[in-house]
């Protein structure tokens, strides 16, 4: 198959085929298969479209945004990058990975998740005698739906004030849009964890041994309450984060020079530990990240493109649709420090 990035016809109606996104639409139109063994490979097929109007958006020689409105054609691709702009903020922001067991596609707003129960003697691991019955576990579909929310941001800009303003300082602005959005999500999968999704499955709540402190045996008491569970993950709020780093058993030279070089905590029971302003104060969520929470994934980052590609940028919309369901209760717990008493 010849070639052909560089005659195909670009339009509105790209962006609204169902159950196809854009850059899937090109594609089908330009397959990446066949660029194998030549210099376009490695690229998909918006960034070899990105190559065919000479469009550069990174970079100290990056081009200006209007580079994208020298033909109606390159017009097209603006939403596009657009999407991908706040998707790599997103990403650059986002802890939901490390606290999602699954991640679920699904079109439509009535969404329901599935849970397993063991009742009973049943949770117990006991031998099974010739002709006796075999534990059961049982997989149903979850009483309520889980809620799915629309998250984003608002694009306020007349196209005069960004039109020569270079694409890669243009990117900055967008990928700060992605992670405001990540931190929305964010904020809706910690309330899941701690509140349930309507299920009757709010996370168990422990309190600290003392008042307004948070001591390592609060900690290894929390821990040894998540058997058959492993507590792999804390959330924390920003002021227990500062209690946690002042133990001395924080302090192991280990733990600083992991943190030190990567970046990256790991507390002394072998949790990840995680600070996000999402966390209530005094607040400290364990989870195990394998079995806890789904997230529904109900649309990916969406622009709206017949107002960009039109150059209308005020006011508009990029969101997404996503929501949260608890997957097995017990997988999550929540350890309050204790308020101080009033005189």
């Known amino acids: 198959m010849a ?6 016809r670009l339009e509105k109606g790209m962006y609204q085929e169902a159950g196809r996104s854009f850059t899937q639409v090109l594609e089908g139109l330009d397959p990446s298969e066949q660029y194998k063994g030549t210099r376009l490979e490695g690229l998909d097929a918006f960034q ?3 190559k065919r109007f000479d469009i550069k958006v990174k970079g100290a020689g990056s081009d200006p945004v209007e580079k994208f409105f020298r033909t109606a054609d390159s017009a097209v691709l603006f939403p596009e990058y657009i999407a991908r702009s706040v998707r790599q903020g997103m990403e650059e922001a986002n802890l ?4 999602t067991a699954a991640t679920t596609r699904f079109e439509g707003m009535d969404y329901r998740s599935i849970t397993a129960e063991a009742g009973g003697d049943e949770k117990e691991l006991k031998a099974v005698d010739e002709g006796a019955a075999i534990p059961a576990t049982t997989i149903k579909v979850q009483a309520n739906l889980v809620k799915l929310h629309k998250r984003g941001r608002m694009l306020v800009a007349s196209y005069e004030a960004v039109r020569y303003q270079k694409l890669d300082l243009f990117s900055v602005t967008l990928r700060q849009i992605g992670a405001h959005i990540a931190r929305m999500l964010l904020s809706d999968g910690v309330d899941v964890l701690m ?5 009757d499955n709010e996370a168990e709540a422990d309190e600290t041994t003392a008042a307004s402190t948070l001591t ?3 900690l290894v008491t929390f821990w040894g309450k998540f058997d058959p569970y492993e507590m792999n993950t804390l959330l924390v709020s920003p002021d227990v984060m500062l209690k946690m780093l002042k133990l001395s058993e924080f302090k192991d030279p280990l733990t600083g ?4 070089g990567t970046g990256k905590l790991t507390t002394p029971l072998g949790a990840t530990l995680l600070r996000t302003s999402a966390v209530p104060a005094d607040t400290v969520i364990g989870l195990d990240h394998r079995y806890a929470l789904e997230l529904v994934q109900g649309s990916d980052v969406m622009v709206e ?5 039109d150059r209308q940028l005020e006011r508009a919309a990029i969101t997404t649709l996503c929501g949260f369901a608890k997957l097995f209760p017990d997988a999550s717990r929540v ?3 204790k308020a101080a008493e009033e005189d």
Do not use: C, E, M
């Open 48 to 50: 070899r479209q990105l």
């Open 96 to 99: 939901l990975p490390a606290i």
């Open 3 to 8: 070639n052909q990035f560089d005659t195909i």
């Open 195 to 199: 509140n349930g999704d309507g299920n």
């Open 305 to 309: 493109y017949d107002k960009l590609i």
């Open 335 to 337: 350890l309050k420090v």
């Open 257 to 260: 020079l992991n943190f030190q």
């Open 216 to 218: 390592y045996d609060d």
